[in-house]
């Protein structure tokens, strides 16, 4: 299945919180993040695996990733002398 496709699986709160998944975030910071409950973010978890057919966070780390929801130029590194 191409990236295009799996992107377009998902709803905007899915890919809002894939995206999250991705940064390392737990359910419960996502919950509190989000005013939702840690319940209702574990579903929605679910049902992203389940729509990706993976079966980890990490795997929604990177499939993230390669969709690009998310930025790490926060990692840049600085230039050691």
Same mark, same amino acid.
């Given at each position: 299945?191409?990236?295009?496709?799996? #992107?377009? $699986? =998902? &709803? $905007?709160? #899915?890919?809002e919180i894939a995206?999250?998944?991705?940064?390392?975030?737990?359910? $419960? +910071?996502?919950?509190?993040?989000? %005013?939702? %409950? /840690?319940?209702?973010?574990? +579903?929605?978890? &679910?049902?992203? $695996? /389940?729509?990706? &057919?993976?079966e980890s966070r990490? #795997?929604?780390?990177?499939? %993230?990733?390669? =969709?690009?929801?998310? !930025?790490? %130029?926060?990692? /840049? =590194? +600085?230039?050691? !002398?």
């Amino acid at each position: 299945m191409t990236l295009t496709k799996l #992107e377009n $699986k =998902l &709803s $905007k709160r #899915e890919t809002e919180i894939a995206a999250l998944v991705a940064k390392g975030l737990t359910n $419960k +910071e996502i919950a509190f993040n989000l %005013s939702i %409950s /840690q319940r209702r973010v574990g +579903e929605i978890v &679910s049902n992203i $695996k /389940q729509k990706w &057919s993976i079966e980890s966070r990490v #795997e929604i780390g990177i499939i %993230s990733y390669h =969709l690009r929801l998310i !930025d790490f %130029s926060y990692f /840049q =590194l +600085e230039k050691v !002398d």
